[in-house]
């Protein structure tokens, strides 16, 4: 595979690159299925595939659309200017290509990623600055090499190749792998944007170790790890003693630089395997793969020893307590395993600090009662109970099972009466979870407990976002009695969840009885509300996400099916049928405008409704007779109205497309068709003929308005007509009637009561027909006429037949103007030939003279029409030159002494001068020239030989000898034809080209000769 240097695109490629040719644009429907394709590419882009993935995607798209021998695409190494290998789709060189690694600047791909210019060529081979892979062979091949540019940085390169000598990429292809590019460009740049991004998400931004997260994530993958190969996994969690003290004494920036060196030492301190992250706050983590408790203690002996051995300024010397715990023995979970660490932790710090110490459920120690008061006890108790609350919260997803769990794990600690977990829904509290005894004559325990926010106990803690612990609720003046229970003495907690700045719900518990609860379990509530806020409220959202997963993967299903789909009535068709299956309802309406586009069941026209967007003539709403229509539900149903309206306007703007398409092809064809008629009579027949053809029409006719009075209106072409009927020549009508019909400039139909009604036309001549008018010069008007007999004619074909009209209306006014030019010429010429005449009567009549033989001669040669053209301006012309040469040396009756015939000789030029200004004779200069040139090379004034003589001027030569030698001259008398013909076929390959000659007696011999006078 080579890599040269080429332009940036056919409009730009060296001119003197012959794979840099114009390829003809393919038809519309290669063209959409490009764009579609495309379009599908981008599609999975925007879905967030694998990088690896999507270019597999790429790569498989380009060779369905346009096969190639090889693709290779490579990621930029912008800092080392390298380009490294990404995917290669190659028959033989696969590995050596991966092996690569192009510089930028080097070959062709290094030259268009150098400047950030697309390259397109059919000749990659031969360019001097190719420069070959290593292990693959020089070989013939056309190349695209596309730079990949996201966001104005350089991402890499795309690489197409046909091998052969025949190989070659066309216009649109090129333009075609550009789109593709982008495409792989954009998928580099996400792929580059989402490795960042994962790196900060996984990483803390004060101490650079790895988050809170990602020890989870990573804890998580070891564990399974050592769950399949029967190893083992240890985690060690120390905490900073005391560290809230030297944030108080010393400030939190003091904090954080102790927080950033403990870290370093950490980094530092561990095996390279270990993981060493920032669990929060104070808190670290180390995740020690293949090793247990052991090796852990170890570990935390190293670092305590670094720690005792340093100064950490202000503070002074610091400690840290340490707990271990070794998975899968002691726990199989993540964060159950890291909840026994921490409990191994804390067991350290109620030890009093400075110490490490390994999970042992069973032996592990906990502060005695003569160690601590009987609060710290319990706070113990309360903390072990979180941890464990905390491990199972962290495994539910579902917002009734947490409420439960919730409930049930407290009254492990708290006896109450009755608990229940409330969520809040605008201004109204519900509750997910009652656990407890309550009057069941009030009815069912969701219903009697709701409330409202401000309203009772419950309502006013959340209205504030404060707990509340009420002694007896029979003397709280806020308190709400629920209507039907009996008037009890009744303590009251309430505390509320909040998430963030948010209060979203509420934990209450009550028990019969005054000052029943006391602050140390409004805490441990608080403690627990923190911990189920975040649990609920990630419930809550992993519940939304999921719903709108399931809507975006219904509404992914449904754009799948309507991209599939390019009519309107399909795609209304497979809309209400998608809109029942997606909301699970019996009856859709589609309604476009005030129609009914489509409808399962009896078109409804009140219910559910989104409108669509407006756009490309759409209009109107999707309506469903659905019963339930939540928030999430009404974000689906806008988003399908949505998908629906852009559906809908695509299909519009692609059969508009489709239209416009077959209208400018047919347009281009008609043009081209015109392009090529030589003379006016050629336009006016091509004109019919194309315009029956594309119409499909058994007969057109063309008439145009008369220059001369009376200035009627004539058919001047017609096709598709019996001799009989035929019009051309002889039908006509009046002015009057043709300004009566034409005047306007739009085209029409025609119906047969209304020709009927045009007294000149005859019963046999009534049908319906198309009028297309056409506007002329000097106020004339036309018109292009094709019958329809029954065929369905509508906008799209009356806009096909105006430009039809257009161009032959272009194509007549050309040829007209051509004509009336090619006039205006001829008449100069002869002007030009009057003024050699005056000088010299016998050069005039000569010049005529040759001017007619020539063309005869040229006629038999088979010259094409350009040829004739130049031939008859070049016997003209030939001896113009003589108007510079004195009239005494030209008359002479004798011969000429050598000077005067070195004067003579001057006129070829004089000639060629003199025709220089004027451009239209810019072809003709060199025949003038040439005119006394000889077939052996002897002639004059340039001495060329044989076919480097224009063929014009060869002919010229023999006329005018042939006319010279059968003439009188002032220095001789005339020879007799048969003389005349003898001595041109004695100079036949000598001083005159041999076939020229052989035709030239073969018109003597006919008697087509010209008479001379």
């Not at 890291?338 to 390994?358: D, F, I, P, W």
């Not at 000097?778 to 257009?806: C, E």
């Not at 041999?994 to 087509?1008: K, M």
Request: proline fraction near 4%.
């Amino acid at each position: 595979m080579t890599g040269v240097m080429v332009t940036q695109s056919a409009a730009a490629a060296l001119p003197d690159d012959p794979g840099a040719r114009p390829h003809a644009v393919s038809g519309p429907e290669p063209l959409v299925e490009s764009y579609q394709r495309l379009a599908e590419v981008f599609h999975e882009l925007l879905s967030e595939q694998s990088l690896d993935a999507l270019l597999d995607r790429v790569a498989a798209t380009l060779g369905d659309l346009m096969p190639y021998e090889a693709l290779h695409i490579y990621e930029a190494d912008v800092d080392r200017r390298v380009l490294v290998p990404l995917l290669a789709r190659s028959q033989e060189y696969e590995d050596e290509i991966m092996r690569s690694r192009p510089r930028f600047g080097e070959g062709i791909t290094g030259w268009a990623v150098e400047n950030r210019r697309p390259v397109w060529t059919n000749r990659a081979h031969l360019d001097p600055r190719s420069v070959n892979v290593p292990g693959t062979p020089v070989e013939p091949e056309a190349m695209i090499s596309v730079p990949l540019i996201a966001r104005g940085a350089l991402k890499g390169a795309l690489n197409i190749y046909r091998a052969g000598e025949d190989a070659e990429f066309a216009e649109h292809e090129f333009h075609l792998a550009k789109s593709f590019g982008d495409a792989a460009a954009l998928a580099l740049d996400n792929a580059q944007i989402r490795a960042r991004l994962e790196h900060l998400a996984q990483t803390d931004s004060l101490t650079g170790l790895y988050n809170h997260r990602f020890f989870h994530e990573r804890l998580r993958a070891e564990l399974t790890r050592a769950s399949r190969s029967h190893d083992t996994v240890a985690v060690l969690m120390f905490d900073l003693d005391d560290f809230k003290r030297v944030n108080d004494v010393h400030g939190h920036g003091a904090g954080d630089q102790m927080l950033i060196q403990v870290a370093r030492m950490a980094r530092e301190t561990v095996r390279g395997s270990d993981v060493v992250c920032r669990v929060g706050g104070e808190e670290f983590g180390v995740i020690m793969p293949s090793c247990d408790a052991g090796d852990a203690l170890g570990l935390a002996s190293r670092l305590s020893e670094a720690l005792r051995g340093t100064d950490f300024e202000p503070a002074g010397r610091i400690t840290v307590s340490m707990g271990v715990a070794q998975g899968p023995e002691h726990a199989m979970n993540p964060r159950e395993l890291v909840a026994c660490a921490e409990a191994a932790m804390m067991t350290a710090k109620a030890r009093g600090k400075n110490q490490s110490v390994v999970y042992d459920d069973g032996a592990t120690e906990r502060p005695s009662a003569d160690a601590v008061a009987g609060r710290d006890v319990r706070s113990i108790a309360h903390l072990k109970m979180l941890q464990s609350l905390a491990g199972k919260l962290n495994r539910l997803n579902d917002v009734s099972e947490i409420g439960r769990t919730i409930a049930t794990e407290l009254r492990l600690l708290i006896d109450y009466h009755n608990c229940r977990v409330v969520l809040r829904h605008g201004d109204e509290l519900r509750p997910i979870a009652f656990v407890g005894d309550y009057d069941e004559a009030v009815g069912d325990a969701v219903d009697a407990y709701s409330a409202r926010v401000g309203v009772g106990v419950m309502g006013r803690a959340v209205e504030l976002g404060e707990p509340l612990l009420i002694p007896n609720a029979l003397e709280c003046e806020f308190a709400y009695r629920i209507p039907g229970t009996e008037e009890l003495e009744e303590s009251l907690a309430v505390v509320p969840l909040r998430y963030g700045s948010r209060v979203t719900g509420a934990v209450v518990i009550s028990k019969l009885g005054v000052n029943q609860f006391d602050e140390d379990d409004v805490r441990l509530l608080e403690v627990l509300a923190g911990q189920a806020s975040v649990a609920l409220e990630n419930a809550r959202l992993y519940e939304q996400q999921r719903r709108e997963a399931e809507g975006a993967k219904a509404l992914l299903a449904f754009a799948d099916e309507i991209t599939r789909a390019h009519s309107v009535d399909d795609i209304c068709a497979l809309a209400v049928d998608a809109a029942t299956r997606l909301f699970e309802c019996e009856r859709a309406t589609l309604w476009l405008g005030d129609e009914c586009a489509a409808s399962v069941g009896e078109p409804l026209a009140d219910g559910h409704s989104a409108p669509l967007v407006e756009g490309e003539g759409i209009t109107g709403r999707v309506v469903l007779d659905v019963q339930r229509m939540d928030d999430d539900r009404e974000r689906l149903l806008t988003a399908f109205g949505y998908q629906l309206s852009v559906a809908l306007q695509k299909a519009r703007l692609y059969w508009k497309q489709m239209e416009a398409a077959e209208i400018a092809n047919a347009l281009l064809d008609a043009g081209r068709e015109l392009a090529t008629a030589e003379s006016p009579e050629e336009v006016l027949g091509r004109s019919v003929q194309v315009t029956a053809r594309v119409l499909g029409s058994t007969q057109a006719s063309l008439w145009i308005q008369e220059e001369a009075e009376p200035r009627d209106l004539v058919a001047r072409a017609s096709f598709g007509y019996t001799s009989e009927d035929d019009p051309a020549g002889r039908r006509r009508f009046s002015a009057a009637i043709a300004h009566e019909w034409l005047d306007g400039s739009e085209p029409f139909v025609v119906e047969p009561d209304a020709v009927a009604r045009i007294d000149t036309i005859e019963q046999r001549e009534i049908t319906r027909a198309v009028v297309a008018p056409l506007k002329l010069e000097g106020g004339r008007v036309g018109a292009l006429i094709a019958t329809l007999a029954d065929q369905a004619f509508g906008d799209r074909q009356l806009r096909l037949v105006a430009g039809l009209a257009h161009q032959a209306k272009l194509a007549i006014e050309s040829a007209e103007h051509y004509e009336a030019l090619e006039r205006t010429f001829v008449a100069t010429v002869a002007t030009l030939a009057n003024a050699l005449e005056a000088k010299d009567e016998y050069t005039g009549t000569h010049a005529r003279w040759i001017s007619d033989m020539a063309l005869l001669v040229g006629r038999e040669l088979g010259l094409d029409r350009d040829a004739m053209k130049r031939l008859e301006l070049g016997a003209l012309f030939h001896d113009i030159g003589k108007i510079g040469i004195p009239s005494e040396i030209l008359q002479k009756p004798g011969p000429l002494t050598d000077e005067e015939f070195d004067i003579v000789k001057e006129h070829p030029e004089l000639g060629e001068k003199i025709l220089a200004p004027i451009d239209r004779l810019s072809d003709v200069r060199p025949i003038v020239r040439a005119c006394h040139e000889r077939w052996d090379g002897l002639g004059y004034p340039d001495g060329k030989a044989g076919t480097d003589i224009p063929l014009e001027a060869r002919i010229v030569l023999v006329c005018d000898a042939f006319h010279a030698m059968v003439t009188d001259r002032p220095y001789r008398n005339a020879l007799s034809r048969d003389e005349a013909v003898r001595r041109l076929a004695a100079a036949s390959g000598t001083q005159f080209d041999p076939r020229v000659v052989e035709v030239f007696c073969l018109l003597v011999d006919r008697g087509v000769v010209l008479p001379l006078d």
